[in-house]
């Protein structure tokens, strides 16, 4: 895995947001974190990229789709049995509702409530594409799920 910092300026950051660009490009892209930074005419915006490393055949991931993230390649075995967790209760939620999974969290979505361990609906609208109506509809199953996983025996937190 490979870490990258850009600190693009919104007045002349043309050679930054080309230097971005060409990453964006030419890399299988993990993660992308981006926060604005307002400070008049310095203002910036910082990006942090995580990008896989080693050679990746284009159009192709480990998974063998397009696109496609293996999260058991990304997230440590105790946060894949947790992020397996969370899909069950995502396809719950789902079924429920009667819509597609992706349409209460995506995936890249629970792996980054894992790997934050949210514990509360302040921190899960923290969370890229959760906003106030995903939190409210869904976060209180969310939170109870990783809430219980954190306060339950280790053997227990472990089994799927």
Not at 23 to 49: E, K, P, Y
Not at 133 to 150: E, F, I
Request: glycine content about 8%.
């Amino acid at each position: 895995m490979r870490v990258d910092f850009f600190t693009i300026p919104v007045q002349a950051g043309a050679e930054a947001t080309e230097e971005l660009n060409r990453l964006l490009s030419s890399t299988r892209i993990l993660t992308v974190d981006r926060q604005f930074v307002a400070d008049g005419a310095s203002s910036f915006w910082s990006v942090c990229v995580v990008s896989q490393t080693g050679p990746v055949k284009p159009g192709k991931s480990p998974a063998g789709k397009k696109g496609a993230v293996d999260y058991r390649e990304i997230l440590s075995a105790e946060d894949f049995a947790i992020y397996a967790r969370l899909r069950d209760l995502r396809k719950e939620l789902a079924e429920r509702e009667g819509v597609p999974p992706y349409a209460v969290f995506t995936n890249e979505q629970l792996a980054a409530i894992v790997q934050g361990r949210v514990s509360s609906l302040t921190a899960l609208r923290k969370i890229d594409g959760i906003g106030e109506a995903r939190a409210d509809k869904y976060g209180k199953s969310v939170v109870t799920l990783m809430t219980g996983l954190a306060t339950a025996p280790r053997d227990m937190a472990d089994e799927t």
